[in-house]
């Protein structure tokens, strides 16, 4: 079976696992996939996570976080740009989530960043998911 959007497939992951309240997640690696987690990790959506080589692509294992009152630190998980429907911006058309609770995670030409960093760039680029 082929993967279409392995992107979707990491944030289902993390969705089910916060559902389910699992300490941590293993998701197949990418480079792409780390700069998200990466991200999450210093929003302080995220404990931390781990990249481990494996006999083919690696694998990302992410802990998760929740407050005192075992609640999820994530709220939400959404992914805006899709394989079939592609979401650009320019760096004035981006808005914050939640009126800035959130994050929006861009991919520019200088990297995958946050909405806050892209703006304070000038940079436009694929609106990859919302997180708050």
């Known amino acids: 079976m082929t993967m279409t959007d392995p992107i ?3 944030l289902t992951r ?3 696992a916060i559902t389910a309240k699992h300490d ?18 210093d929003e302080g959506f995220i404990k931390n996570f781990k990249v481990s ?15 005192e009152g075992n ?4 709220k939400g998980l ?7 429907r592609r979401v ?6 981006i808005v914050p989530v939640l009126s800035g609770l959130g994050v929006l995670i861009v991919s520019t030409s200088r990297g995958v960043m946050t909405d806050k960093e892209a703006r304070r760039h000038n940079l436009g680029g694929e609106s990859i998911c919302q997180i708050w």
């Not at 690696?58 to 802990?63: L, Q």
């Not at 959404?78 to 079939?84: E, F, K």
């Not at 650009?88 to 058309?93: L, N, R």
């Open 24 to 41: 941590r997640v293993d998701v197949p690696a990418s480079r792409l996939k780390v700069a998200i987690v990466r991200i999450l990790k």
């Open 8 to 10: 979707a497939d990491l």
């Open 88 to 93: 650009y911006q320019k760096a004035t058309e």
């Open 78 to 84: 959404q992914r805006v740009s899709r394989p079939g």
């Open 14 to 16: 993390i969705r089910n």
């Open 71 to 74: 609640a999820p630190v994530i």
């Open 53 to 67: 080589r494996d006999n083919r692509q690696g694998v990302i294992r992410v802990f998760l976080k929740y407050t």
